[in-house]
């Protein structure tokens, strides 16, 4: 994978909370859908799809790929190995080889999908998370629903909304809490 300086999201120098709104759309490689990228390097690559029409996904040789609803009333998945996964809500995580061809059909309406794509062999998972949950290394997080207090080792803390993601300038021990409300949900990526 090559950095994506069009949107400024190599790791940055510091660890930073942004809007994925503000980031550049950019076309899927199929010309299926768009893409925000929230981050960009040469193992792995994190990002915002929006699949409003059904459709193939593109092939990533050489990669492992993670998806997960963020937004919509759902989508089913089908592989080319037969398997089938339906993502009705939030909060679940469908992992494929790059290699494999993958058929999106819409549920009810447009969705909004995380996904997360590294080299195969390397260890990395995009993980939900709907509760406190003890500090642990993160690379980044993305917000789907609720307020989420964040807070470094170093002391410092802040607020990360829907819409809203952090990418840490390496790996960083987070610990993540939602703000009030049990309809919290972030999506962390963590290196295993």
């Not at 925000?36 to 699949?51: D, F, H, K």
């Not at 999908?113 to 993980?127: D, F």
Request: with cysteine.
């Amino acid at each position: 994978m090559k950095p994506d300086e069009e949107n400024g999201n190599l790791f940055p120098a510091e660890n930073r909370v942004a809007s994925i709104a503000g980031l550049i759309p950019q076309p899927w490689k199929n010309g299926r859908g768009i893409t925000r990228v929230l981050l960009r390097n040469a193992v792995w690559r994190l990002s915002i799809a929006e699949i409003d029409r059904e459709g193939d996904f593109s092939l990533f040789s050489g990669m492992t790929r993670h998806i997960a609803l963020v937004q919509g009333n759902g989508l089913v998945l089908r592989a080319s190995d037969g398997s089938k996964v339906h993502l009705g809500r939030p909060g679940e995580v469908f992992t494929f080889s790059g290699e494999s061809q993958v058929s999106a059909t819409l549920a009810d309406g447009p969705v909004q999908v995380v996904n997360l794509m590294h080299v195969s062999g390397s260890a990395y998972s995009l993980e939900p998370v709907d509760r406190t949950h003890p500090p642990c290394d993160i690379l980044a997080f993305i917000v789907a629903r609720g307020r989420w207090e964040f807070q470094c080792p170093s002391g410092v803390k802040g607020i990360c909304l829907p819409g809203e993601f952090m990418v840490c300038n390496s790996r960083t021990r987070l610990a993540l809490i939602p703000d009030g409300g049990d309809d919290a949900l972030l999506y962390r990526i963590i290196p295993k």
